[in-house]
């Protein structure tokens, strides 16, 4: 999931009132008489509404199969836990024993030091049913670091209705996106895309469809700042200045998804984790209405990011035992499977794909393909933190207050500062 840094937060708590206390918070951990018991305090960065219900429900059923444990659930908003966690890992107090870690987080945290090597503890049960591709952001230096949970990509996300009433087809590239929304807006009066422009995950697809990419971390070359992001940069403004999207500098999340439940816009680019969120929408009440497509190709072709969930345990924690059983059950077969039927975020252990609940399910069947065509992030400590300045610049182009030139060259300049030693 990659809501954004919008989110509103949320503490419940499962057996006792939940606090922000975390592992070393004197959780009298450990087996009673070989039984798990004692506090896991678990943050979970999910979607409030949607997403948020169906992992509270499984993390009281873990506690149902380990009545001694008590799981305090703290759902932290995704754009802050980042640096929540580190900050309270380096203080040593008030860090959860397990998190729900975004894909990038992994490599950061692990290289910090807070996180607990997982090799030959009970959470990595059934280790060899992950997908390859999801299990490489939990290694870092030939240890595992956490356990994968959901693993997902982004598509184009359109109201059929819209489409039909306007007569156009899905756009298969970028210009058959301005030619569509052009259509759209003659003939409906509808906006053809809301782009977010907030946050600069959903600028990689652009990105990746102008042969480009961030860095090159083999090279340990920044290539953000080549004709590719440039070019990148400018189909984005130009998208903009066309008027075939409208964008926005703050809360973009809500703004987007609004703007798409309510029939304001035809089109957006969203993942797997928005689907749930998006059929609660008066416009998607028959769900068959909402059509999801790959993300209009580029120059160079069609790309989007890998994104995912990884969960991780505190190298802190005082309750390590049931903070590893926690993440084993949470991540498990029957778990994504769960998961999977009633939010259709993609699991990442194959043997749940073939699961007939799983294998019906259609946005599933849709993505699991764009998954598999993904493009793998750079899994370096820094790689959660590129998405800083790239952010500002990106902002800044969409909005006109710098040129996509300048825009790349700026990102790259931060890059290089961030990444010592770096081309």
């Given at each position: 999931?990659?809501?954004?840094?919008?989110?509103?937060?949320?503490?419940?708590?499962?057996?006792?009132?939940?606090?922000?206390?975390?592992?070393?918070?004197?959780?009298?951990?450990?087996?009673?008489?070989?039984?798990?018991?004692?506090?896991?305090?678990?943050?979970?960065?999910?979607?409030?509404?949607?997403?948020?219900?169906?992992?509270?429900?499984?993390?009281?059923?873990?506690?149902?199969?380990?009545?001694?444990?008590?799981?305090?659930?703290?759902?932290?908003?995704?754009?802050?836990?980042?640096?929540?966690?580190?900050?309270?890992?380096?203080?040593?107090?008030?860090?959860?024993?397990?998190?729900?870690?975004?894909?990038?987080?992994?490599?950061?945290?692990?290289?910090?030091?807070?996180?607990?090597?997982?090799?030959?503890?009970?959470?990595?049960?059934?280790?060899?049913?992950?997908?390859?591709?999801?299990?490489?952001?939990?290694?870092?230096?030939?240890?595992?670091?956490?356990?994968?949970?959901?693993?997902?990509?982004?598509?184009?996300?359109?109201?059929?209705?819209?489409?039909?009433?306007?007569?156009?087809?899905?756009?298969?590239?970028?210009?058959?996106?301005?030619?569509?929304?052009?259509?759209?807006?003659?003939?409906?009066?509808?906006?053809?895309?809301?782009?977010?422009?907030?946050?600069?995950?959903?600028?990689?697809?652009?990105?990746?469809?102008?042969?480009?990419?961030?860095?090159?971390?083999?090279?340990?070359?920044?290539?953000?700042?080549?004709?590719?992001?440039?070019?990148?940069?400018?189909?984005?403004?130009?998208?903009?200045?066309?008027?075939?999207?409208?964008?926005?500098?703050?809360?973009?999340?809500?703004?987007?998804?609004?703007?798409?439940?309510?029939?304001?816009?035809?089109?957006?680019?969203?993942?797997?984790?928005?689907?749930?969120?998006?059929?609660?929408?008066?416009?998607?009440?028959?769900?068959?209405?909402?059509?999801?497509?790959?993300?209009?190709?580029?120059?160079?072709?069609?790309?989007?990011?890998?994104?995912?969930?990884?969960?991780?345990?505190?190298?802190?924690?005082?309750n390590l035992p049931a903070s590893y059983a926690f993440a084993e059950y949470m991540t498990s077969a029957e778990s994504?499977?769960?998961?999977?039927?009633?939010?259709?975020?993609?699991?990442?252990?194959?043997?749940?794909?073939?699961?007939?609940?799983?294998?019906?399910?259609?946005?599933?069947?849709?993505?699991?393909?764009?998954?598999?065509?993904?493009?793998?992030?750079?899994?370096?400590?820094?790689?959660?933190?590129?998405?800083?300045?790239?952010?500002?610049?990106?902002?800044?182009?969409?909005?006109?207050?710098?040129?996509?030139?300048?825009?790349?060259?700026?990102?790259?300049?931060?890059?290089?500062?961030?990444?010592?030693?770096?081309?």
């Amino acid at each position: 999931m990659r809501r954004g840094i919008a989110a509103t937060a949320l503490v419940a708590a499962l057996g006792l009132t939940a606090t922000a206390c975390g592992g070393d918070s004197g959780s009298d951990g450990g087996k009673a008489g070989g039984e798990l018991s004692g506090t896991v305090t678990w943050w979970d960065t999910s979607t409030v509404g949607s997403e948020d219900k169906v992992f509270k429900k499984l993390a009281e059923d873990f506690t149902k199969k380990h009545p001694k444990v008590t799981v305090k659930y703290v759902n932290v908003p995704f754009g802050e836990a980042q640096n929540k966690f580190k900050n309270a890992a380096q203080s040593g107090s008030g860090a959860p024993d397990v998190i729900r870690s975004e894909v990038a987080w992994t490599p950061e945290f692990a290289d910090l030091g807070y996180l607990a090597p997982l090799d030959g503890t009970a959470a990595l049960k059934n280790q060899d049913d992950f997908l390859e591709q999801a299990a490489a952001s939990t290694e870092y230096k030939g240890k595992t670091y956490a356990v994968p949970q959901v693993i997902d990509s982004m598509g184009l996300f359109y109201n059929k209705r819209i489409f039909e009433e306007a007569g156009v087809e899905v756009p298969q590239t970028v210009e058959d996106l301005k030619t569509a929304a052009a259509a759209i807006k003659k003939k409906t009066g509808k906006t053809g895309l809301y782009l977010r422009g907030d946050d600069p995950y959903w600028f990689l697809s652009f990105l990746y469809g102008e042969g480009g990419d961030m860095v090159d971390a083999e090279k340990k070359t920044v290539t953000v700042d080549g004709p590719a992001g440039v070019k990148a940069m400018q189909t984005v403004k130009d998208l903009v200045d066309s008027k075939a999207a409208i964008t926005d500098a703050t809360n973009g999340w809500d703004n987007m998804q609004a703007a798409f439940k309510d029939g304001k816009v035809a089109m957006m680019i969203n993942g797997p984790w928005a689907v749930a969120d998006t059929h609660a929408g008066a416009e998607f009440a028959d769900k068959a209405n909402l059509g999801i497509a790959p993300v209009p190709a580029g120059s160079a072709g069609q790309g989007a990011p890998q994104g995912g969930h990884n969960l991780a345990v505190y190298a802190g924690s005082g309750n390590l035992p049931a903070s590893y059983a926690f993440a084993e059950y949470m991540t498990s077969a029957e778990s994504q499977a769960k998961v999977a039927t009633e939010l259709s975020l993609l699991p990442t252990r194959e043997s749940v794909y073939i699961k007939p609940d799983v294998a019906k399910n259609e946005m599933i069947g849709f993505f699991k393909p764009v998954v598999e065509k993904s493009v793998e992030r750079p899994w370096i400590p820094e790689g959660g933190s590129l998405f800083t300045p790239l952010k500002t610049e990106y902002t800044k182009v969409l909005t006109g207050q710098t040129s996509p030139e300048q825009g790349a060259k700026a990102t790259g300049a931060e890059y290089r500062k961030l990444l010592k030693g770096w081309k």
